[in-house]
C-alpha cells in the first residue's frame, strides 16, 4: 500500500521508476490505481519526432506493476 500512496503523492510530476529487477523507467505519473502505475516515458532524443509513416512515441504509456517498485524518485 506504501507504493500506491507514493505514486498518488507524485501524480503528474516527473519521476524516475527503479523495479526490483533493477530496470529504471522515466516520465510523468499520469494515473495511478490499487494495482499498476501508468507512467508517460519521456521522449527519446529530446525532439519531437513526426512522420505520415510511422506514429510516434514520445507518448508512450507504460504500465508497471505497484508489487515491482523499489523506489521512486521526483526528477
Known sequence: MEAY???LSCMNKKVRILTVDRKEYAGTIVNVDRENVYLRREARGGGVKTSAFFPSFNNEIIT????TLLAIALL
Open 5 to 7: 500512496y507514493n505514486c
Open 64 to 67: 508497471l506493476s505497484l508489487f
